[in-house]
């Protein structure tokens, strides 16, 4: 319905304000702090991603040539290269400022430690508690919305369901902060996920043209009126979200097509690899820049990425038992965390967080003080081991030099010449953590006690973590819990098989696969991604064997990661498979305790705003008689229409229409 002069469907702001004046008795509108604890909104609306083949959009089209069709295509190819070049920007931006200020906390940490462990512990928990403080204050105060990963709310949005406020500017700039503050605090999360809704967010931002409220609005941009063109926009910073985070544009393509939407076409394909691709290439660039020192602390560690090339190039049958066992613990343990973090989820959003922001602050900053504290004090209760030969393994550096953190960490340690191998990944950046668990070449280099310590409390801090009001995601410490129990299970092979040609490392990287695989449920994006960061192809057909198991067990005990919170924020998403009770449902038996409201053909203005204020419907059905006085549905009208039209004052009782449908419907 929207003609040439006619405003767009944004153009009914002020006057969906006047119309939402409902009664008493009608269904609350919730406000921004129960929006980010997963309340639904009664403004959540289905998004209409089909061509609506009214007369005006007809005449619209009759009136634009070949020029205009090819400008229109070009523009999307341009957006797609502005998507890829502002995610990119956006994830180098989050990680620079992540490694530096986590350098910075590590030096200062480790130059007050010479003088005082007590201190250098004080100094620790005050600098975390500070960048975390800040992530929760942006998010309770400015950007509600930002809070958790905002995959399951994008997931929603590209399947048609409009959920208020995820995509606005300041969600993107409270996202950008947020993870800045949430991840450089040393939180139990990742910036995987939130990089996500960061690259959809500048997608929907630059199909918007701006953003009018902040007076950073650009008429030449807003070329994409219709929900269908920035659903395809949201799908390319999807992706670009994905190949920023992991350095992957072949596993951010696919994770779009597989994880978040429901529908595919060709032609969107292309613009999706080309802005993966572009954010590949400007990410590259970026780090490229930065390997002379320009970076400060990001030259030393930085993007998500470990090449483990070097290590296992081969493996032998009877290795393929532990390898599918690590494939069964992965489910299970999957299923754990989804269960977990169900309930304690759950008990937030109707217990915890209806007391208020100050609360949510205060959660968020114990959580901080015992992350904090853990990290620091369980590592001084280990012992430390002697540094590997030099002669055997002259390419390791151990311990560090001082005031660095990284492999090798000599903390609390009586020898200049030994180190501790649980605060080498507890005491750590987690991109180096990670790089520590999966080192190839390196046996004996962790103790099983430390492993089992670390793996029990970081799996109990990512429980507790997930669901603060911080922006978090669960891809980093899914690779981290994964890799933990991995590595044991390495250390068990290499045990019991006393060959050189068994890797740690190896195990560790499908016990990640594993870990990611039984919780989030994922399998060929996945695989691609873990080849992707590992650079090892000979690996692939082992973490294909150990997705499909821990898929396999996940699915036996409860659905994926991300279907669960799209359950648990009360998301109207249709699942992919009807459940079978609904196989014997009619529509009726869903809407009997509703009365439908419906529209004549012909309605009276009084009529039409009657029903906008005392109704929350986001689309009413169009009815008409034929000759024989049987009623008919010819169409359905969406609020959002009919706000532009009440604002428009468009009158099309009086205007030419294509054709009567009396006489013109017959039924057999």
């Not at 800045?180 to 043209?209: D, M, N, R, W, Y």
Request: charged fraction near 15%; charge should be neutral.
């Amino acid at each position: 319905m929207q003609g040439k002069d006619m405003p767009g469907v944004n153009g009914g702001g002020p006057m969906w304000k006047q119309l939402n004046n409902e009664p008493p008795d009608s269904p609350t509108h919730y406000s921004d702090d129960e929006l980010m604890l997963g309340y639904r909104d009664r403004g959540m609306e289905s998004l209409d991603y089909e061509v609506v083949e009214s007369v005006a959009y007809r005449e619209d089209q009759a009136q634009r040539g070949i020029w205009h069709h090819a400008s229109y295509v070009t523009l999307k190819w341009t957006f797609a290269l502005l998507i890829g070049i502002g995610t990119g920007l956006a994830a180098f931006f989050i990680n620079i400022a992540v490694e530096n200020f986590s350098g910075w906390k590590f030096a200062a940490t480790f130059a007050v430690m010479k003088h005082s462990y007590f201190l250098g512990l004080v100094v620790y928990i005050a600098c975390n508690g500070a960048l975390v403080f800040s992530s929760v204050y942006i998010v309770t105060q400015f950007a509600p919305a930002a809070a958790g990963s905002g995959i399951p709310e994008i997931k929603a949005y590209l399947n048609g369901v409009d959920t208020p406020g995820i995509l606005l500017f300041r969600t993107l700039i409270g996202k950008i902060l947020g993870s800045i503050g949430s991840v450089g605090g040393g939180l139990a999360l990742g910036k995987e996920g939130p990089l996500v809704h960061t690259g959809a967010c500048i997608a929907s931002v630059l199909g918007q043209g701006g953003s009018t409220k902040y007076n950073a609005n650009w008429r030449w941009l807003r070329r994409f009126k219709n929900d269908r063109d920035r659903r395809d926009l949201v799908t390319c910073g999807c992706a670009a979200g994905v190949a920023a985070a992991f350095r992957s544009p072949v596993g951010g393509v696919l994770f779009a097509l597989e994880e978040v939407t429901s529908w595919w076409r060709s032609q969107l394909l292309w613009r999706v690899f080309f802005t993966s691709a572009v954010v590949a290439i400007v990410v590259r660039t970026a780090m490229g820049w930065c390997k002379n020192g320009k970076c400060g602390h990001f030259s030393s560690g930085g993007f998500i990425i470990w090449d483990i090339s070097g290590g296992q190039d081969d493996y032998s049958f009877y290795e393929l038992l532990p390898m599918a066992m690590l494939g069964a613990i992965g489910g299970l343990l999957g299923a754990l965390f989804n269960q977990l973090t169900i309930w304690i989820s759950t008990w937030r959003r109707n217990v915890l967080h209806r007391q208020g922001n100050r609360v949510m602050i205060i959660e968020v900053l114990l959580v901080s003080l015992i992350t904090s504290i853990l990290s620091f004090g369980l590592p001084m209760m280990t012992t430390c081991k002697p540094c590997p030969d030099p002669a055997k393994y002259p390419d390791v550096t151990c311990p560090l030099p001082s005031s660095n953190y990284g492999n090798y960490v000599n903390f609390f340690c009586s020898n200049e010449n030994e180190y501790n191998d649980l605060a080498t990944i507890f005491f750590n950046t987690q991109d180096d953590a990670i790089r520590n668990l999966f080192s190839t070449n390196t046996p004996n280099e962790y103790t099983t006690r430390s492993l089992l310590t670390f793996l029990v409390m970081f799996f109990s801090l990512a429980v507790l973590t997930f669901g603060t009001a911080v922006p978090s995601g669960q891809f980093v410490p899914g690779i981290m819990i994964g890799a933990t129990y991995g590595r044991l299970v390495g250390i068990l092979v290499v045990n019991a098989s006393r060959k050189n040609s068994v890797d740690e490392g190896t195990y560790a990287l499908l016990g990640a696969a594993s870990f990611l695989g039984g919780s989030m449920r994922m399998t060929v994006s996945l695989c691609v991604i873990m080849v992707e960061i590992t650079n090892n192809l000979q690996l692939l057909p082992l973490i294909m064997l150990v997705l499909l198991i821990s898929k396999a067990v996940g699915d036996a005990f409860n659905n994926g990661f991300y279907e669960e919170q799209v359950k648990l924020r009360s998301l109207p998403l249709l699942e992919s498979r009807p459940q079978r009770f609904m196989r014997t449902l009619a529509a009726k038996d869903a809407i009997s305790t509703r009365k439908v409201v419906q529209f004549s053909r012909v309605s009276k203005v009084s009529q039409i705003v009657a029903v906008l204020r005392s109704t929350d419907h986001n689309g009413f059905p169009v009815v008409d008689n034929l000759d024989t006085g049987e009623p008919v549905v010819i169409g359905l009208i969406l609020r959002s229409y009919l706000l532009v039209l009440l604002q428009a004052k468009t009158d099309f009782q009086h205007n030419s229409l294509p054709g009567d449908i009396r006489g013109q419907i017959s039924f057999r």
